[in-house]
């Protein structure tokens, strides 16, 4: 691409995301066949089964696209939560609630820096006692731990939606940080707000099918970068 500033003209670097090089995906149909076909045939199950409405699992979806960072994924799910009957303001909480989610999840790792820090001497890396050393960061740093904390509880209580619809997405999202604190509280949490196992399942293979989707998805900018 060029800009002519009237002198010369002056060469950019090639932009590495655009919206047309998405249609390259179904070259993967062709370069890996069989791999191709089970993963769509995956991805679109995992839309169309279960008992969870689909608008849930595209909001589900669009908070998992921000934390996984896919702009294909986004623009995609947005487009599909649009058509499912989602609303700006839906898609605005479940974006809020993945925000909030990708943050707790550095938060609550923290305790296994503190755990790092104090050289505390246990091979087991994950301990659910260990989630109760949170309270130090209120104390090593109260005011941001107390914004941090205050946007954390307003994003689980939304407006648009059950608090169950928004304990599911946080399991979604939690597993797609893959932070074990995150899944052990949110899944509790969801199983309060009345979330069968079954629809704990099926929104885990939502978050599946997205961060996996993600990975794809990206593959067209591995097919520009092989063909550069």
Partial sequence: MYINNGKEAITLLESLYERPYFSRLNEFSDL????????MTFNEGVMKHGSLSLKLKELAAVAVAHVTGCPYCIELHVSQLKEAGGSKEEM????LIGTALKAGSSVAHGVNALNA???VNDDTLYKRSYFDRLGELSKLQPDMFKAFANFDQQAMKPSTMSKKDAELIAVAVAHTTGCPYCIDLHTKNAKEKGAEKEEIAEIIFVATALKAGSVLAHGVNGLNAYDR
Avoid: L, Q, R, T
């Fill in 117 to 119: 820090y104090d050289d």
């Fill in 92 to 95: 605005s909480e479940a974006i």
């Fill in 32 to 39: 890996a066949p069989e791999m191709f076909k089970e993963f």
